[in-house]
């Protein structure tokens, strides 16, 4: 671990620029269909493709994840998705405008999402190795505000790029960025040791999951979190199609309310890195989860684009809270051997519910006001956070230890 740091930077310099790269072309397409269709059916229906997959290979991927080399697993899915992607630019000159063009979105964003799904738990899982387990809570807080600051990039360039050039020009960014952070990630060294009489991934999967059931502390962090994404989406995940109805329909004005987004969680980011959070882990989880919940209800109730702009600046900061404490709170209090199918399960919660939300709430923003699910789906997160703080059991659990 004498070399940490260093390890550790070139692995958040590669994943960082990968990252800039899919994000650049996630918020291209899915803002390219929003502008053509301005229908809640389609945005959820690209979103559901985005994470749906990435849900159903999560419990096969944390296997591979504990069984094989997470360094190739991390460059392969990032292979995997430049091809797709190489493979749509192509062709896309060549497909009729309207619902051929859309529903080829779709299915490029289905295999993206496999391999986001395959790359998300080696990446979890790896951080462990690269970083002493008293510096995890600093280096996720950092990790965070690297992974806003790129994507805080990423919507302004994706703007330009639709503005004054073609979503072609986005793919191929893409194609680029992801070449570039393969060959630096290829010079990191992240320790491996082959494993003999595999089991099957299956019966491994079952380990996994009767793992996080016989640990109850993990298993109920997993359904906060899942929970938490559910009731996220009306003021997060669809705050694009809430900006076009409400506030105005150009592109720009789509790319400002994502800047600032990711203003708040970079700063959310180095918050935590410099800060650590609170020593019982449990308490940054609520705060951010209670904060996020507020924010939701302003959101929906205010009528100003300034006054919800700087809400979602603090949004962002809450948003950083909540995914930087449970990443950590699943690095520290799992065990080495089962933090593959740990993060894989994690990612399936992440990965699950936000469809499930888009599937729940994309419809309903046709014929409920959006401003309404803003404001019941923050009452709920207020609900759930005083929900925690009452169950002493899973609030008070080993995770404030580090108090004692």
């Not at 462990?128 to 807080?141: C, I, S």
């Not at 503005?163 to 060294?189: E, K, P, Y």
Request: glycine letters at 8%; aromatic letters at 12%.
């Amino acid at each position: 671990m004498n070399n940490y740091k260093k390890r550790a930077a070139l692995f958040l310099t590669s994943q960082g620029i990968t990252l800039f790269g899919s994000s650049l072309t996630q918020f291209a397409m899915i803002w390219y269909v929003t502008m053509q269709t301005s229908s809640g059916v389609w945005v959820s229906a690209m979103t559901v493709a985005a994470y749906l997959p990435q849900f159903l290979i999560s419990f096969f991927s944390g296997v591979w994840a504990d069984r094989y080399s997470r360094k190739k697993m991390i460059i392969l899915s990032d292979a995997l998705i430049a091809v797709a992607t190489l493979l749509l630019a192509v062709l896309f000159p060549r497909i009729p405008d309207g619902t051929p063009i859309l529903l080829s979105l779709v299915a490029i964003s289905v295999i993206r999402s496999v391999g986001t799904g395959i790359q998300t738990p080696a990446v979890n899982a790896a951080v462990p190795q690269l970083v002493p387990e008293d510096k995890l809570m600093k280096f996720n807080g950092f990790n965070s505000a690297i992974q806003s600051l790129v994507q805080f990039a990423a919507p302004m360039a994706a703007g330009a790029v639709l503005s004054f050039g073609t979503l072609r020009a986005a793919m191929a960014i893409d194609i680029a960025t992801a070449a570039v952070g393969i060959g630096i990630l290829l010079a990191v060294a992240i320790p491996f040791e082959k494993r003999e009489d595999i089991p099957s991934a299956l019966s491994e999967m079952k380990v996994g999951i009767k793992y996080a059931v016989k640990e109850c502390f993990i298993g109920q962090l997993l359904l906060v979190f899942g929970l938490f994404v559910f009731l996220c989406v009306p003021a997060g995940f669809m705050a694009t199609l809430f900006v076009k109805r409400c506030y105005g329909d150009a592109y720009w004005y789509m790319t400002l309310v994502e800047v600032v987004g990711f203003i708040g969680m970079t700063a959310g980011g180095l918050i935590i890195g410099a800060w650590g959070g609170f020593k019982n882990r449990m308490k940054t989880l609520v705060a951010g989860i209670m904060a996020f919940g507020a924010l939701a209800v302003g959101m929906g109730a205010i009528d100003n684009f300034i006054v919800y702009l700087v809400l979602m600046a603090f949004y962002g900061v809450a948003l950083t809270m909540v995914q930087t404490s449970a990443t950590t709170l699943f690095q520290e209090q799992s065990s080495p051997e089962m933090q593959g199918r740990v993060f894989g399960l994690f990612g399936a919660m992440y990965s699950g519910f936000l469809p499930l939300g888009m599937v729940v709430f994309g419809p309903l923003a046709d014929v409920v006001s959006m401003r309404i699910l803003m404001i019941i789906s923050g009452i709920l997160l207020l609900v759930m956070s005083m929900i925690i703080l009452l169950n002493r059991r899973f609030y008070l659990h080993k995770a404030n230890d580090r108090e004692q």
